[in-house]
């Protein structure tokens, strides 16, 4: 299912073990079934991209197109780490960006000193 897709990137990045081959196929299996991820499992995901450095343009370009009632279902951590995951990997996304930024604004108060700092950073970093 795609907590367990998500599971197996998050857990190999956090062990800081990359396997390219692996996160090639996760990204060709998670790309069809990305409107069944949760907010943590889409969060997660990217981010465990980012840590291990490995580039999915496919896989970013198509969570760029989820739509805004989906974001709203992200709590604060998860809006920062998708947001710091795309300007780590240098993937820029103004429209991304911007319906994160419609849904972060409202909420800013929900957000920990860190979060900020790391969705400031994300959003100078990608211009």
């Known amino acids: 299912?795609?907590?367990?897709?998500?599971?197996?990137?998050w857990a190999y990045a956090t062990v800081?073990?990359?396997?390219?081959?692996?996160?090639?196929?996760?990204?060709?299996i998670a790309l069809p079934r990305l409107d069944e991820f949760s907010s943590q499992a889409l969060a997660n995901t990217v981010w465990a991209y980012a840590t291990d450095?490995?580039?999915?343009?496919?896989?970013?370009?198509?969570?760029?197109?989820?739509p805004l009632s989906h974001l709203h279902k992200f709590n604060s951590q998860e809006i920062a780490n998708?947001?710091?995951?795309y300007a780590t990997v240098g993937y820029s996304s103004p429209q991304l960006f911007d319906k994160?930024?419609?849904?972060?604004?409202?909420?800013?108060?929900?957000?920990?000193?860190?979060?900020?700092?790391?969705?400031?950073?994300?959003?100078?970093?990608?211009?």
């Open 1 to 9: 299912n795609s907590q367990e897709i998500a599971n197996t990137v």
């Open 16 to 28: 800081d073990h990359s396997s390219p081959q692996l996160f090639d196929k996760v990204a060709e």
């Open 53 to 66: 450095g490995h580039s999915s343009p496919q896989l970013f370009d198509k969570i760029t197109n989820i």
């Open 82 to 85: 998708t947001v710091w995951a």
């Open 100 to 127: 994160i930024a419609s849904v972060a604004i409202p909420r800013l108060d929900e957000f920990s000193p860190q979060a900020l700092a790391n969705i400031v950073w994300a959003y100078a970093t990608v211009g």
